[in-house]
Nanobody, 126 residues
Framework: QVQLVESGGGSVQAGGSLRLSCQASGYIYSSTCMGWFRQVPGKQREGVAAVTAGGGSTYYADSVKGRFTISRDNAKSTLYLQMNGLKPEDTAMYYC???????????????????WGQGTQVTVSS
């Protein structure tokens, strides 16, 4: 059974930092694309960052480039999102996602990803 469990969300002031983690189990983590997405009520889920299976290539939404860093530890089956310089517009529920059928072409489209975590809330106050 595939499981993705996020942690690390919370409330911070603008300019602060948070580090999200996503623990994966139940499938071959090291051969899959992994991504972070976020969603606010009433809006579509937005791709934030993605990383290839080996971690060699990363992709970011323009809104987070230079502030967020995605990384993965395949030995621990864990995905991370380091978020610096947080802004109030970063407030959302953050989800990690896995595409177990693909490890190389990792994009920021939600339809690509088959497995999702339950989400962790990030709230940034001004």
């Amino acid at each position: 059974q595939v499981q993705l469990v996020e942690s690390g969300g919370g409330s911070v002031q603008a300019g602060g930092s948070l580090r999200l983690s996503c623990q994966a189990s139940g499938y071959i983590y090291s051969s899959t694309c992994m991504g972070w997405f976020r969603q606010v009520p009433g809006k579509q889920r937005e791709g934030v960052a993605a990383v290839t299976a080996g971690g060699g290539s990363t992709y970011y939404a323009d809104s987070v480039k230079g502030r967020f860093t995605i990384s993965r530890d395949n030995a621990k089956s864990t995905l991370y999102l380091q978020m610096n310089g947080l802004k109030p517009e970063d407030t959302a529920m953050y989800y990690c996602a896995a595409d177990p059928n693909n490890g190389r072409y990792c994009y920021l489209f939600a339809y690509q990803y088959h497995y999702w975590g339950q989400g962790t809330q990030v709230t940034v106050s001004s």
